[in-house]
C-alpha cells in the first residue's frame, strides 16, 4: 500500500499547471493492455464517454490469457485534474465498476464484478498516453497497464 501511496502522491506533486480535464464532455479514449490477477495474465480493452468534464462513463471487457475468465463491466471515473489543477498531460482518476466475472471452465463459477479503481495517464502528445491503474475488488486486475487513445 505504501508503494501506491507514493506513487499517487508523486502524481499529484509533480504537475502544478493550471488544469484542463484530460477528455472532456463529449469527448471519447479507448483504453487498452495488460494486468495482474491471481489466476493469471489478463488483457483488457474499453472505452470511456466524458459526460461532464470531469467525469466519465464508459465499458470494458477482459480476459486472462490462460481463457479461463472473462470480464465485462462498466465504469465511471471522477477525473481530479480541474480539483487538483493538474495540467491535461496529465490525468488522475479514481471510480467504480460493476458487471460480471465469468469463469469459461466449467470448474470455476462465474460471479458479479464490483470494483473501484484509481489510476493516472500521463499523454505524450495530443492522443496518445500511458496508463497505470490500481483497483480492488474481484475483477480481473488488481493492476493495469497501457496505453489510451483520446478521439
Known amino acids: 500500500m505504501k508503494k501506491y501511496t507514493s506513487i499517487l502522491l508523486f ?7 493550471s488544469a484542463q480535464s484530460p477528455i472532456g464532455e463529449g469527448g471519447k ?3 487498452f493492455g495488460v ?3 491471481d489466476n493469471g495474465v489478463p488483457v483488457y480493452g474499453g472505452i470511456d464517454f466524458g459526460v461532464h468534464p ?4 464508459g465499458g470494458q471487457v477482459g480476459f486472462d490469457l490462460g481463457i479461463d475468465y472473462i470480464s465485462v463491466s462498466g465504469r465511471g471515473d471522477y477525473h481530479f485534474n480541474t480539483l487538483l489543477e493538474i495540467p491535461q498531460d496529465w490525468d ?3 471510480g467504480l465498476s460493476v458487471g460480471i466475472l465469468a469463469g469459461i471452465d466449467n470448474n470455476i463459477s462465474s460471479s458479479v464484478d464490483l470494483g473501484i479503481q484509481i489510476g493516472g ?3 505524450w502528445n495530443s492522443e496518445w498516453g500511458v496508463n497505470l491503474e490500481f483497483g480492488g475488488g474481484n475483477n480481473l486486475a488488481g493492476g493495469r497497464v497501457g496505453v489510451s487513445k483520446r478521439f
Open 11 to 17: 502524481l499529484i506533486f509533480t504537475v502544478t499547471c
Open 29 to 31: 479514449q479507448l483504453n
Open 35 to 37: 494486468g495482474l490477477f
Open 54 to 57: 470531469d467525469i466519465t462513463v
Open 92 to 94: 488522475l482518476y479514481a
Open 121 to 123: 495517464r500521463y499523454y
